[in-house]
């Protein structure tokens, strides 16, 4: 078994370091993001990892950068085999891939070249890939730029979100994390380098990626909803509100030459004209209250029906 360090921040990163521990390896020291402010009350909350490895008496450093150098040499004292990171949200330098005997290798939710950075998930749905899957990489200076050491695919249902299918991609990956680690550290793998002809990068989202464009298709509405969700969901304007769409369909075709963002409403149902095709609300929020089916929604809001959504808000 492995002494090694690990790094790691959100949920998506739990099962790699639980998987870790139940195969015997020896986490030395997990290195995680400073506590964060989070809700309403914006207390500062520790992230997940952190949660994890106290309930495992695991020595925790929360660093703001790895640039310092009593962070390199506090590194560098543990003497890991192996650094392993799953979404840690730094690049790491030189001086820190150096520092293992074995090199820092990292979990990445896509099969890598395609999606490179740090929305793979999202991207994958948006971009309407029929399947994705995880890729543990030898770590180099670059982007998720490094060699393979191993892979594994899993199709992206029709129904996933960004939140279900990251869900499911952390289990993949750290499964196939403790099968590839003995494996890298044998000498029996030979690392295979990525193909720079099918690079595509997948940026970190913003807040302002989940406004809704419907002159685009309903399929690709459809897509940026699960995309969206759950942070930092899809939404659109009625009037001067912002309204959240945390779940949709497509919906059947109507004939109407109505314009992109009109809102047709027929028992119970809501369905928007898109640039191409109706998509049918399922699920939405309004501005300062709780998510509700459309079904409330519309018993609560006669008004919507003969609406206009658009991409900002607009003087009633």
């Known amino acids: ?155 992206i249902c029709p129904n996933d979100t960004a939140g279900t299918l990251t869900a499911r991609l952390a289990e993949l990956g750290a499964a196939l994390l403790v099968e590839t680690l003995p494996h890298w550290i044998s000498g029996a793998i030979v690392p295979q380098p990525q193909d720079p002809t099918r690079v595509t990068l997948a940026p970190r989202l913003k807040k302002e990626q989940g406004l809704i464009d419907w002159s685009r298709s309903a399929v690709e509405i459809e897509r940026h909803v699960r995309a969206m969700s759950p942070w930092p969901s899809a939404f659109t304007f009625w009037g001067d509100k912002l309204l959240k769409i945390h779940r949709a369909a497509l919906g059947s075709a109507l004939a109407s030459a109505a314009q992109p963002g009109y809102v047709h409403v027929q028992a119970g149902q809501a369905l928007v004209r898109c640039g191409e095709g109706w998509l049918q609300l399922l699920e939405v929020q309004p501005e300062g209250k709780r998510a509700m089916p459309i079904a409330d929604f519309l018993r609560g809001h006669p008004r919507f029906a003969g609406a206009v959504l658009n991409t900002k808000p607009q003087t009633p």
């Open 1 to 155: 078994m492995a002494r090694l360090i690990f790094m790691g921040t959100p949920e998506f990163a739990v099962p790699s370091l639980l998987a870790l521990l139940r195969a015997g390896h020896e986490v030395a020291l997990v290195v995680t993001q400073p506590d964060a402010p989070r809700g309403r009350g914006q207390k500062l909350q520790p992230p997940p990892v952190k949660i994890i490895a106290q309930e495992h008496g695991l020595a925790v450093i929360q660093p703001e950068t790895l640039r310092s150098p009593e962070v390199v040499a506090r590194l560098r004292s543990v003497a890991p085999e192996v650094i392993v990171v799953a979404a840690f949200g730094q690049i790491l330098r030189r001086d820190v891939l150096e520092i293992p005997q074995h090199g820092c290798i990292n979990v990445h939710a896509s099969l890598l070249p395609r999606w490179r950075g740090a929305a793979p998930v999202s991207a994958a749905i948006a971009a309407g890939d029929a399947t994705t899957g995880v890729t543990i990489m030898l770590m180099d200076e670059g982007l998720d730029s490094g060699p393979i050491l191993a892979q594994r695919e899993t199709p």
